[in-house]
């Protein structure tokens, strides 16, 4: 493990990251024995770091879970990292783009939790009982650290590159689709760029969020109700320039829209 001080150090770095969206040197190039549990330990501190400062936890996004996003970055196992109020957007709205190094735009459902949810031996029926509803939404992904020849431990210590979602369409019940076959178009500036099936997360996307419940039991945490847990992206990451409308059609669940300014 990495000692505190380097964690701490790490920690304040991705933090002025993230105010003056100077990406900062791969942290793999610098630490070449730096561990995944190191890169959890980091991100701890800096979610401690942000609630000291007056952020919200809400929730939790999962990444990598798809074979759409694990070819497209080349990592092969899933992350997670945390969503803050703040970073939670409504359908419509117009997204600040230089506020994001390097922002991408994913197509995901939300999970939102009407029971805690904990690990370990979480199921997939537990995720099921446990969430109020589902709903679509987007994943606007940022990166405080520098992106060429980054791996899993750069991502996990990058928050799992969350800068924001948008959530709109129609929330649904867990048990009122068949969530395996959601399906969404997703257009930027009236152009298909790419389309996908919900099942490409790990076969349903309630399975992310079990996988996620189950890996942050180890650390003492759980999830909570009330809690939103973006469950993967099902499309590769779309790349955004100031300027660009982004639309992503769920066919029978509506739509999601922003415009980034």
């Known amino acids: 493990m990495m000692d505190d001080a380097t964690i701490e150090a790490i920690a304040d770095e991705l933090l002025e990251a993230g105010r003056s969206r ?15 549990e190191d890169s959890y330990a980091v991100q701890r501190r800096w979610r401690h770091r942000n609630e000291d400062a ?19 970055t080349g990592i092969t196992e899933p992350d997670y990292g945390m969503i803050f109020d703040d970073m939670v957007l409504e359908t ?28 370990p031996g979480c199921t997939i029926f537990d995720v099921l009982n446990a969430t109020d509803y589902v709903v679509p939404a987007l994943e606007i992904l940022d990166s405080r650290i520098e992106m060429a020849d980054r791996t ?14 948008v959530v709109g369409g129609r929330p649904v019940r ?41 890996k942050i039991a180890a650390h003492g945490d759980g999830l909570k109700a009330g809690d939103i847990i973006l469950a993967g992206s099902f499309t590769r990451p779309l790349w955004v320039s100031r300027g660009d409308t982004v639309h992503a059609d769920y066919g029978n669940l509506g739509a999601v829209t922003c415009r980034f300014v």
């Open 22 to 36: 100077v990406p900062i040197p791969r942290l793999t190039a610098r630490y070449p024995d730096m561990s995944v």
């Open 54 to 72: 007056g952020r919200k936890l809400v929730g939790r996004k999962i990444g990598l879970t798809s074979r759409a996003m694990q070819q497209a």
């Open 92 to 119: 419509g709205c117009s997204v600040t783009w230089d506020q994001y190094s390097h922002p991408r735009v994913e197509v995901e459902l939300a999970f939102v939790l009407k029971k805690d949810l904990a690990g």
């Open 152 to 165: 899993i431990v750069d991502t996990i210590a990058d928050n799992a590159a969350m800068g924001a979602m």
């Open 174 to 214: 867990p048990d009122a689709v068949d969530l395996r076959w959601v399906s969404a178009i997703l257009y930027k500036n009236q152009t298909v760029e790419e389309t996908g099936v919900a099942a490409g997360v790990l076969d349903h996307p309630a399975a992310g969020v079990h996988w996620l419940a189950n």
